[in-house]
């Protein structure tokens, strides 16, 4: 099913999310990060022995909300799941595909010896100012 299409826009243009998913204790661990979509899921970039890898690893459950660097009463929350990650060339690809949008350079950090991988994200449930209450 697609996302809502204020979530698409959010996610496709260079607005920073917040990541959150459960420690191992379950308390909620939030990070800021780099945001992305093919229009049915949400795709987060990272490296798999981060600590949002190894929650989602765990219990695949992930909550995101895409603020407007423009407007932040503009926004798209996802409740949703990893259904699966995506490794290899084209998680590097990716990761240079977003520096570009958001610096406008490739990727300019060391990757770590595991590479990256490419969180996909179903959505289970959307929210955003226009669909609030339902």
Known sequence: MPLDDTTV????????ATVV???PDGRPQALPTWIDTDGEHLLVNTEPQRQRSRNVARDPRITVLIQSG??????AEVRGHVVRTVGGDEA????DELARRYTGADYQREVGPEG???LVIAPDRELTPARIGR
Do not use: C
């Open 92 to 95: 590097r690809r990716h990761i």
């Open 116 to 118: 990256r991988i490419i």
């Open 70 to 75: 423009e407007d932040a009463w503009d926004w």
């Open 21 to 23: 998913t459960l420690m």
């Open 9 to 16: 826009r959010l996610a496709k243009g260079p607005n920073l």
